[in-house]
């Protein structure tokens, strides 16, 4: 957990991970073989809880696509709580992809729970 000071009384607390998943997970590989709407879910659970619900960040940080289909790729943060959230990866057409993967980085003005 990261500690960032934006005021002496008001603390920001962040925490961030990273995750990455490719065919040799079985959920996933209908985003390799498959064709038309295809998601993935990753639950991600905080180290620590927050106090109340924190705003989530998520960036890709890898992708392995196959050469000949074109790219469709949604990456989203839900059902968010203060204990965690759903990582979604979302495809569809006939968007072929092997490996992806996303970092994301919670964030918020309050203290952590006890």
């Not at 924190?54 to 204990?83: F, G």
């Amino acid at each position: 957990m990261i500690c960032i000071y934006s005021e002496a009384t008001n603390p920001m607390h962040i925490q961030a991970g990273i995750h990455a998943v490719d065919d040799n997970n079985p959920g996933f590989r209908s985003f390799r073989d498959g064709e038309g709407e295809r998601s993935f879910e990753h639950i991600v659970r905080f180290e620590q809880p927050f106090a109340t619900v924190p705003k989530i960040l998520v960036a890709l940080s890898h992708l392995d696509i196959a050469s000949y289909a074109a790219l469709r790729l949604n990456i989203t943060a839900e059902k968010i709580s203060a204990s965690g959230f759903t990582l979604r990866y979302f495809t569809w057409g006939n968007t072929q992809i092997l490996g992806l993967g996303a970092q994301w980085m919670a964030f918020h003005e309050s203290p952590i729970s006890q």
